[in-house]
């Protein structure tokens, strides 16, 4: 029996204690896991599309040497990190990989990793920009794209001095867990044929891994942003895109152990004639968590601010607030929207029509605004419900819109002041510091949820959460 063991169950008489394993390990920390998806022991290399909402339920994990695990965003569902809860214990000897992908790849047939924003798409007369709350921005004129940022800057690139780069996003907290951000693309003028690639490349991906038992990391975990390509701007030039930022991953176990590695670098620049490249991303975030840490392995880059070893904290922030549109002409919102078609309304519908709106943890009397884009064409509208009533709890409120016909995006969003009793709930998203107002956005057509935090500083956080909206 080991120490760990027994300073757990410390007290316990031996024949007490021997009965009790018997019948089944008591952890410190629970996962939560159910064991609904039976074991993961892999004997070839194998790919996993996270389902819809992005979580599995192991009962234990046993990943061998020589052999990688990706996991992967689900292409029919909003980018969600990966979060893995395992019943008993899980063993990495061999590689999980969600780092971002290249922009070399051939787009859109390779799927991103959990997690991860996609980079820059080439355009004509403009650099495209990157995707995700730290994305790199397009070049101008002649210059390079722009790479992603998260836990650090990305780079300007260069003849790029000037680039406006996106600020480092997220806190050490990984609540919620977010990944890398995509590197921006260079301009590329009209008449010029589009090579293979030419993107940003892809923010590194999402994963939390919750343990109830023994997490034991001997192998490598990859969440490195995806490199930059050339792109071709005239006839026999090119320009080099950005790289994608590193990812986010987060690891809770009863006891974490091994001396593994955990890699969450930034994406190189693609590289362009005459050493014109692309700004490299920057770094991801790591956070550790156990009851118990004997881990002796390495995280790359290893700076201060990506590295936090702590007791478990909640895998899900507890009373989180949310809002959400619940219905639509009545017709139920599914809970899970895609962005595609999520609900289909008959074209003799008449109008108005009535939304509906549900939040949780958001202060009765609020009021919601409602945004109206239709996608081809026409103005957007804007329309504000009437007081949530209910408790704070559960509240609901409505609205009337006039629809347009074709596709449109609704966006609803709602901004309230933050109480002394629920100034904690939000310290960890902002580094400690006090959050004083909080703006909620949930859309219906596509794009993650957004909560924007205020800091009594004034500082402004966006911290995209995913379908907890």
Known sequence: ????????????????????????????????????????????????????????????????????????????????????????????????????????????????????????????????????????????SNSTGVGGSYGSLGGAGAFNPSALRSPVYGSISLQPLLGGSGGGTARREAGVPLNIGGFGGGGGGAMLFAVSGTLTLNGNILANGGNGSPLAVTSGVSRGSGGGSGGGVRLIASLLAGSGNININGGQGGFGTGNVNGGGGGHGRVRLEGDEIIFSGTVTPNTITSVSLSTPEPIIPANFPTVRISSVAGNAVPANPTG??????????????????????????????????????????????????????????????????????????????????????????????????????SALGGGPSVMTLITKSGRVIEVPTYANL
């Open 1 to 140: 029996m080991n120490n760990y063991t027994q300073r757990t169950r410390a007290g316990l008489k031996w024949a007490g204690l021997c009965l009790l394993l018997l019948v089944a390990p008591v952890w410190a920390f629970d996962s939560g896991s159910t064991g609904v998806d039976g074991a993961l022991r892999p004997t070839e290399d194998t790919i996993i599309t996270m389902p819809i909402g992005g979580t599995l339920q192991y009962s234990d994990i046993n990943i061998p040497a020589g052999i990688t695990v990706r996991f992967m965003n689900n292409p029919d569902g909003p980018v969600t990190p990966a979060t893995i809860l395992v019943q008993g214990d899980a063993t990495i000897n061999g590689v999980i990989d969600i780092s971002g992908r290249s922009g070399s790849d051939v787009f859109p047939a390779v799927l991103l990793a959990a997690g991860s924003y996609a980079g820059g798409a080439p355009q004509i007369g403009r650099g495209g920009t990157g995707q995700g709350p730290g994305g790199g921005a397009g070049g101008s």
């Open 340 to 441: 595609a078609n999520d609900i289909v309304l008959p074209s003799t519908l008449s109008n108005p029509v009535t939304v509906e709106f549900t939040a949780t943890q958001v202060p009765t009397g609020s009021t919601i605004e409602l945004s109206l884009v239709p996608t081809t064409s026409g103005n957007r509208t804007t329309v504000t419900s009437g007081a949530l009533t209910g408790s704070l709890e559960s509240s609901t409120a409505s609205v009337e819109v006039t629809l347009p016909t074709g596709a449109s995006t609704l966006l609803a969003s709602i901004n309230f002041v933050v109480t002394p009793s629920t100034a904690a709930l939000y310290e960890p998203f902002a580094d400690g510091e006090q959050v004083a107002q909080v703006t909620l956005e």
